[in-house]
């Protein structure tokens, strides 16, 4: 593999096929790489199982046909609770699902990272989600003979991730209170794919004292683009906050008719500078502030 890899946003998605398993990093309406999933919304990609805390990203994927089997821990705009181009999606029977509870599908990611055929967990048990999802128990080899959860792996065959900075050999730099689970993501991954805030050249000639925010190794990167405001209308902390403005516009679109056709370009647009256009520019996400809990 070339040291060097700069991509743009088309050639990342050129490396996606019809019904691979795509996981996308972020959570809910956080550090989504919304830039990445705009270029897939505009290409042919189909029949894809996406793996996701789910936020507008899984919406968009679903109300375009995009998304054939979807597992989920939830769909949400924090908000706005129930992601509404997700909930006509699911409704309508359109969609195969594993939904997980947060923790499962955090064992999960690890699973695949491990490479291991399941990790035991305590998470689900007595619910409906183990039937439902097929799962299966494990006891334990101990003295204690307990019964678990015997997760199986979310094996990925790439992941899309958007860090607040990367340089070319794929070193990435990730601020804020809460990466998430991203990391776990990237290590699920076959191959990862990253989109950036800045791009960088060598790293440690720039930034070497955030060496401490370098969160999975370059050796799971496989492409690396930089896309400014390329998490928007998800938050991206400390760059800018989340569009709360267009989140309700977004959810005001579904209601009946909800016909995504009709309202596609104005929140995926031909293009990403078309789509950073027609927001006001990088100005206005600049200004975006930050959510506080």
Same mark, same amino acid.
């Given at each position: 593999?070339?040291?060097?890899?700069?991509?743009?946003?088309?050639?990342?998605?050129?490396?996606?096929?019809?019904?691979?398993?795509?996981?996308?990093?972020?959570?809910?309406?956080?550090?989504?790489?919304?830039?990445?999933?705009?270029?897939?919304?505009?290409?042919?990609?189909?029949?894809?199982?996406?793996?996701?805390?789910?936020?507008?990203?899984?919406?968009?994927?679903?109300?375009?046909?995009?998304?054939?089997?979807?597992? $989920?821990?939830?769909?949400?705009?924090?908000?706005?609770?129930?992601?509404?181009?997700?909930?006509?999606?699911?409704?309508?029977?359109?969609?195969?699902?594993?939904?997980?509870?947060?923790?499962?599908?955090?064992?999960?990611?690890?699973?695949?990272?491990?490479?291991?055929? $399941?990790?035991?967990?305590?998470?689900?048990?007595?619910?409906?989600?183990?039937?439902?999802?097929?799962?299966?128990?494990?006891?334990?080899?101990?003295?204690?003979?307990?019964?678990?959860?015997?997760?199986?792996?979310?094996?990925?065959?790439?992941?899309?991730?958007?860090?607040?900075?990367?340089?070319?050999?794929?070193?990435?730099?990730? $601020?804020?209170?809460?990466?998430?689970?991203?990391?776990?993501?990237?290590?699920?991954?076959?191959?990862?794919?990253?989109?950036?805030?800045?791009?960088?050249?060598?790293?440690?000639?720039?930034?070497?004292?955030?060496?401490?925010?370098?969160?999975?190794?370059?050796? $799971?990167?496989?492409?690396?683009?930089?896309?400014?405001?390329?998490?928007?209308?998800?938050?991206?902390?400390?760059?800018?906050?989340?569009?709360?403005?267009?989140?309700?516009?977004?959810?005001?679109?579904?209601?009946?008719?909800?016909?995504?056709?009709?309202?596609?370009?104005?929140?995926?647009?031909?293009?990403?500078?078309?789509?950073?256009?027609?927001?006001?520019?990088?100005?206005?996400?600049?200004?975006?502030?930050?959510?506080?809990?």
């Amino acid at each position: 593999m070339s040291l060097d890899k700069r991509m743009s946003a088309a050639e990342i998605v050129a490396q996606l096929s019809d019904g691979m398993t795509i996981g996308i990093g972020g959570w809910g309406p956080r550090r989504k790489p919304m830039a990445l999933v705009r270029e897939i919304m505009r290409s042919d990609l189909k029949d894809l199982t996406v793996v996701a805390y789910g936020g507008a990203d899984v919406g968009m994927l679903c109300a375009a046909g995009k998304v054939k089997k979807l597992v $989920f821990a939830f769909v949400s705009l924090d908000a706005i609770p129930l992601e509404p181009w997700f909930r006509k999606a699911r409704e309508s029977g359109a969609l195969q699902v594993l939904e997980l509870d947060e923790g499962m599908f955090q064992w999960g990611l690890k699973a695949a990272a491990f490479g291991l055929p $399941f990790l035991p967990t305590r998470v689900g048990l007595g619910t409906d989600l183990a039937e439902l999802g097929g799962l299966k128990t494990v006891q334990s080899p101990y003295d204690d003979g307990e019964t678990l959860i015997a997760m199986p792996p979310l094996k990925l065959d790439a992941a899309l991730i958007h860090v607040n900075r990367s340089d070319w050999r794929g070193n990435v730099q990730v $601020f804020g209170p809460d990466v998430y689970y991203d990391e776990w993501f990237a290590k699920a991954a076959a191959r990862t794919y990253v989109s950036c805030e800045e791009l960088v050249d060598r790293m440690e000639d720039h930034y070497p004292e955030g060496a401490q925010d370098n969160l999975f190794e370059r050796c $799971f990167v496989s492409g690396v683009v930089e896309m400014p405001c390329g998490a928007h209308p998800s938050s991206m902390p400390p760059h800018y906050g989340w569009d709360m403005k267009a989140f309700k516009a977004y959810a005001d679109a579904a209601r009946d008719p909800g016909d995504w056709s009709a309202v596609a370009d104005r929140f995926v647009g031909a293009s990403e500078a078309e789509y950073l256009e027609s927001i006001g520019g990088k100005e206005a996400v600049a200004a975006l502030s930050l959510p506080i809990f």
